[in-house]
């Protein structure tokens, strides 16, 4: 079945630094990858996403590219901010299976010191 | 523009006693709707997932079940809560690619 793995946290940095979350998944068909992010206490919001292969989802300094040939979807951003303090899921849907699940890792908690 | 309530924001409910949770989607139509639950350093755990009214999927075997009596309304239940039910309850909806989350409910069982 369908399944996204992504690295442990949590990630602790310091303000300006590289940040890389790594992610890769399993799935049957040719899935939409996303990324989400979750601020405490509150549900999750779509941070990007990318639909095929090759294609590069950005947003707020947060990059990601979709890798076909290594199943991967990794998150980086060039210098975190404290703001960026938050749980960052990866997910798979993967539509052309007939499937409609939508599929998440488990988190990866980040938390940004000034 | 699309929205999606849920509703309660937290609840603390004794152990044995019954459970409802709403999500309700407003600005679209047949809509594919959620359930997750987000236990404490497990992350998000799909629980039901439905592609239509009266349309249910069941992830993970477990004393809750969930209902769509109408196109933008779902519902998660139970008869009888666990102490381990406790957690962030998610509803999500889906169209086309993307999902949009609810504020979340935290459930605490005592």
């Known amino acids: 079945g369908d399944s996204v793995t992504q690295m442990e946290g949590p990630v602790t940095l310091s303000e300006e630094a590289f940040l890389t979350i790594n992610c890769t998944y399993t799935?049957?068909?040719?899935?939409?990858l996303f990324w989400y992010v979750q601020y405490p206490g509150e549900g999750l919001q779509l941070l990007l996403k990318?639909?095929?292969?090759?294609d590069k989802g950005s947003n707020k300094g947060f990059e990601a590219t979709y890798r076909k040939e290594t199943t991967s979807f990794h998150l980086e951003k060039g210098s975190v901010q404290v703001s960026d303090s938050a749980v960052y899921f990866c997910a798979l849907s993967d539509h052309q299976g007939g499937s409609e699940k939508l599929v998440f890792g488990k988190g990866t908690k980040l938390t940004v010191n000034p | 523009s699309q929205t999606i309530h849920q509703w309660p924001a937290t609840l603390v409910q004794p152990v044995g006693s019954p459970l409802s949770l709403e999500c309700t989607v407003e600005?679209?139509?047949?809509?594919?709707l959620y359930w997750y639950r987000q236990a404490a350093g497990r992350g998000l755990q799909l629980l039901f997932y439905?592609?239509?009214?009266?349309?249910i999927s069941s992830e993970v075997p477990q004393n809750l079940s969930a209902s769509r009596p109408q196109d933008r309304q779902f519902i998660l239940s139970s008869k009888k809560l666990l102490l381990s039910d406790s957690g962030f309850y998610l509803c999500?909806?889906?169209?086309?690619?993307?999902?949009?989350f609810g504020q979340g409910t935290r459930l605490t069982v005592v």
């Open positions: 439905s592609v239509g009214i009266g349309q």
């Open positions: 990318a639909t095929k292969a090759d």
């Open positions: 999500a909806w889906k169209q086309n690619t993307e999902a949009f």
């Open positions: 799935a049957t068909g040719y899935p939409s």
């Open positions: 600005g679209t139509s047949n809509p594919n």
